[in-house]
């Protein structure tokens, strides 16, 4: 059964730190590509960052550029996305999705909802005093 889940969200005071974690089961997650999308309440799901799965190389909004670090830990089947210096705008759902390389684009991946056929649950992330 194809799963992605996850995890690492919570409550965090603005200018803090998270890291959430992507967690793999039931494919090989180095033949995908991972994108990380919010949803914040009201709004529509958005692309944050994703990553390349032949050199892990980086896309960043620029909403985020600078804040958020993405990478993959292939031997633990594990996609991170750190965010640094916290913002309320931040406040959101965060889902992790996996796809198939796209390869006339460099890195190999897209913030595009349609170009991710797997889904996890999303993770709550509050930014707050």
């Known amino acids: 059964q194809v799963q992605l889940v996850e995890s690492g969200g919570g409550l965090v005071q603005p200018g803090g730190s998270l890291t959430l974690s992507c967690t793999a089961s039931g494919f090989t997650l180095d033949h995908y590509v991972i994108g990380w999308f919010r949803q914040a309440p009201g709004l529509e799901r958005e692309g944050v960052s994703c990553i390349d799965n032949t050199d892990s190389s980086p896309y960043y909004a620029d909403s985020v550029k600078g804040r958020y670090t993405i990478s993959r830990d292939n031997t633990k089947s594990t996609v991170y996305l750190q965010i640094h210096s916290l913002e309320p705008e931040d406040t959101a759902v965060y889902y992790c999705?996996?796809?198939?390389?796209?390869?006339?684009?460099?890195?190999?991946?897209?913030?595009?909802?349609?170009?991710?056929?797997?889904w996890g649950q999303g993770t709550q992330v509050t930014v707050s005093s």
């Open positions: 999705a996996a796809g198939e390389p796209i390869t006339d684009v460099q890195p190999m991946c897209v913030m595009i909802l349609g170009a991710y056929d797997y």
